[in-house]
């Protein structure tokens, strides 16, 4: 019997409005998700090259915090009895044989490319724009309104005048928004290096670029600034009873949290595509990276960076962990996740008040989510763990959810071929 779910040449399927009409029409249970999500990888991928939904960001499947195999297993539990990897008669399936080296060689690769992209992209934690964006939201003034107080010189401004003024507001751009020594360089070797109404052109091009990006990026860190105030608040939430109105205002911040995040991921993933050429520096870790227009590759991909974690990662994570009311990593920052490394069961204790937090996860964090919380109550816990978000959705239009797993997609679709001879 025919079963267009699982036939890779019928692309027609792939797309989400079939997916989730299929997924309605043939009630299909969490362990045919990794199935559904395989297909709409497929859909991505094939509009990659239009710039749509399948734009990949630099994020890698199976290199996300709680991305493991183990937590595929964890929130879909049926998968692993479903979808076994080996066949009906207990020998192991060739096909896994031959495909396991391959992924395990394809796994360092991709690990290496992940920890490129970060390295070669800014941290926007504590920098320049950070200050600025702070000060700003007291003051409550626009970037825009500070952006355009220089744009247009007096009337009748001669050449000079002009590509001074340009190369200050250049110069002063740059250094907010953290650009790559090799854009610097050639822009100095190039419309810097004479006064010419050409090399004026270019400047305005490039100011005009640089104040797009300024604005995007303050933009994206106001946000983030915004998301982090309300992880703080779900994280400290309290309630006595089921009446208690701060489960409402729970139910709220919850609501306005999955908003912002899909929200986000869809800004970063723009911003990302638009803006790799000032954000990304190859000088600081080149392996791995493409170089554009080598070998047909786009190019290497920026990576919206906070406190040495790339953003969509941590809202994932993050998603993920709320959703299984974790609420003791949720927000945890890279210094966190290395203290816990060398200290397990110190760090989770710390987490959870029974001891003080490491001076190094209170100094290195970056975050305004403080490390130490009392334990919640099982009120707010359960209210977070009901909360279902969309980054996580089989559906979403973004990177692959922490809980989807190539390799059970792939055992998944064998097993149901087995079925249906």
């Known amino acids: 019997k025919y079963d267009a779910l699982i036939d890779n040449h019928c692309p027609a399927l792939s797309t989400p409005s ?5 997924i309605q029409t043939r009630g299909l249970s969490d362990e045919y998700m990794h199935v559904v999500r395989s297909r709409f990888e497929q859909h991505r991928n094939s509009m990659r090259t239009l710039g749509g939904t399948g734009e990949r960001l630099v994020h890698v499947p199976g290199l996300r915090a709680h991305s493991t195999p183990h937590a595929s297993l964890t929130q879909r539990s049926g998968t692993a009895k479903s979808f076994p990897v080996v066949d009906g008669e207990g020998t192991t399936n060739k096909a896994a ?19 490129a992209a970060l390295a070669c992209s800014p941290d926007w934690c504590n920098s320049s724009l950070h200050m600025d964006c702070q000060e700003l939201a007291s003051k409550r003034v626009s970037q825009m309104e500070i952006l355009s107080e220089d744009d247009f010189g007096p009337s009748g401004e001669d050449l000079a005048s002009q590509w001074q003024r340009t190369y200050r507001r250049i110069e002063a751009l740059w250094h907010k928004c953290q650009v790559p020594p090799s854009v610097r360089n050639a822009m100095c070797m190039g419309p810097f290096a004479q006064v010419t109404p050409d090399g004026l052109y270019h400047l305005q091009i490039h100011l005009a670029d640089l104040i797009n990006y300024h604005s995007q990026t ?10 982090e105030t309300l992880l703080e608040s779900i994280r400290c939430a309290v309630a006595l009873g089921v009446n208690d109105a701060r489960l409402g205002r729970l139910q709220n911040d919850l609501a306005k949290l999955d908003r912002l995040g899909s929200k986000l991921v869809s800004a970063i993933g723009a911003w990302s595509r638009q803006f790799a050429h000032v954000a990304v520096d190859t000088t600081r870790d080149g392996r791995g990276m493409p170089e554009l227009g080598r ?11 906070w406190a040495g974690r790339d953003c969509i990662e941590r809202i994932q994570a993050d998603a993920h962990a709320l959703s299984r009311a974790e609420l003791h990593i949720v927000g945890e920052t890279l210094a966190s996740r290395a203290s816990g490394a060398e200290s397990e069961e110190g760090v989770w204790l710390s987490n959870w008040s029974f001891l003080p937090a490491p001076q190094s996860a209170r100094a290195g964090s970056g975050s305004s989510v403080s490390p130490t919380l009392p334990s919640p ?8 763990a009901t909360k279902q978000f969309k980054v996580n959705d089989v559906l979403h239009e973004g990177p692959s959810p922490p809980w989807y797993s190539q390799r059970i997609a792939r055992s998944g679709v064998q097993a149901m071929r087995r079925g249906r001879r």
């Open 218 to 227: 303050s933009e994206l860190i106001n946000d983030w600034l915004t998301r």
């Open 18 to 22: 079939r997916l989730q009409h299929l």
């Open 377 to 384: 109550c099982p009120l707010v816990t359960a209210t977070v």
């Open 97 to 115: 044989m031959l495909q396991r080296p391959k992924d395990a060689q394809a796994l360092p690769a991709e690990a290496s490319l992940f920890k």
């Open 295 to 305: 070998g047909g590759a786009a190019g290497p991909q920026a990576s919206f960076v």
